[in-house]
């Protein structure tokens, strides 16, 4: 097939990414407020059309001509944004409006993995208020190659440790919290931590265990 035509090939099967609804009423949450929630949507929406540009710019190069220092860095940024994507659309289904626990096996497992439900939630709210230049994302994830839940942070839209399934995202950027809490992100984070809303994190657990 002609170099020229595998290029229209590419360009027509470059997949197109579409940003997810919100799964909630942003006016039911009383520790964020509905606008911060709805501009901070907005944000990740203008990821996702980031990444589309970037996939579409991607599919129709021509390789043989580019030049590496174009294509490193439109590949730095298309795994940036993609992450991006993915991390937000975690963090909005984390959003909850009360307080709740997780439950059945993934319950067993924080408190296998951290001694107690209590001590992972000090945890993960230390290391949210150890991010104080404003950038950044607290995880909870699986790693199936130790089969046990871990914490990190990540910056730049890292995803963290190789292999690991994200469960819980809390975003440390400061267009999360700043218009409600500014000057104060440990009321954030420790809103966040008792607020989680388990039941996407029980569900990708249960999923990344059969794997």
């Known amino acids: ?74 590949k730095r940024e298309q795994q940036a944004v993609y992450n991006s ?7 909005f289904e984390c959003i909850g409006d ?20 209590d001590r992972w939630k000090a945890e993960f709210a230390a290391m949210g208020k150890a991010v104080t230049d404003g950038k950044g994302m607290v995880i909870l994830a699986y790693t199936p190659r130790d089969k ?10 890292a995803t963290g440790p190789v292999g690991c399934v994200p469960l819980i995202v809390m975003d440390m950027y400061e267009h999360a919290y700043k218009a409600d809490y500014n000057g104060d992100p440990a009321k954030y984070v420790d809103s966040f931590v008792q607020m989680v809303r388990w039941v996407t994190p029980e569900r990708l657990y249960r999923e990344a265990i059969r794997v």
Do not use: C
């Open 148 to 157: 046990r839940l871990i914490n990190h942070l990540a910056a730049d839209h």
């Open 85 to 91: 994507s993915l991390l937000h659309e975690l963090y």
């Open 1 to 74: 097939m002609p170099v020229a035509a595998q290029q229209l090939l590419a360009v027509a099967s470059a997949p197109k990414f579409r940003a997810q609804p919100l799964t909630f009423n942003p006016d039911k949450i009383k520790w964020l407020s509905a606008q911060s929630i709805t501009e901070h949507h907005a944000i990740y929406g203008e990821s996702i059309n980031r990444l589309n540009a970037i996939t579409e710019q991607l599919a129709q190069m021509d390789f043989a001509k580019v030049q590496p220092a174009e294509i490193g860095e439109l």
């Open 98 to 117: 009360a307080p709740t626990s997780p439950s059945g096996v993934f319950a067993q497992a924080i408190s296998r993995d951290f001694s107690s439900f």
